[in-house]
Nanobody
Framework: QVQLAESGGGLVQAGGSLRLSCAAS????????MAWFRQAPGKEHEFVAF????????YYASSVKGRFTISRDNAKNTVNLQMNSLKPEDTAVYYC????????????????WGQGTQVTVSS
């Protein structure tokens, strides 16, 4: 079992930046990839980015590519999401997720989820 805890959310004006962090604990040795998803009110989970735990290769949704950067610290079992040039449409609850098998954009494939952190971008 893996526990994930997000932090760093908050309120920011359009054009501003936030840095989200996700701390993993428990049986983390089997982690293959970690990802960020987001969910706006009344909408489905939307893929944001993933990173492979070994090697650190990354993949981004087209909506955030060039603005967001996902990174990891293997020793600390953390994954971060640096969000720059934020837009009101980025407003959502952001979730950290971990997968023990593959790296994917499908939310239903991930094995563990955090409770989420709210990001609100004002215009």
């Amino acid at each position: 079992q893996v526990q994930l805890a997000e932090s760093g959310g908050g309120l920011v004006q359009a054009g501003g930046s936030l840095r989200l962090s996700c701390a993993a604990s428990g049986r983390t040795s089997r982690t293959y990839a970690m990802a960020w998803f987001r969910q706006a009110p009344g909408k489905e989970h939307e893929f944001v980015a993933f990173i492979r735990w070994s090697g650190g290769s990354t993949y981004y949704a087209s909506s955030v590519k060039g603005r967001f950067t996902i990174s990891r610290d293997n020793a600390k079992n953390t994954v971060n999401l640096q969000m720059n040039s934020l837009k009101p449409e980025d407003t959502a609850v952001y979730y950290c997720a971990a997968d023990e098998t593959i790296a994917t954009t499908r939310s239903d494939e991930y094995d563990y989820w955090g409770q989420g952190t709210q990001v609100t971008v004002s215009s």
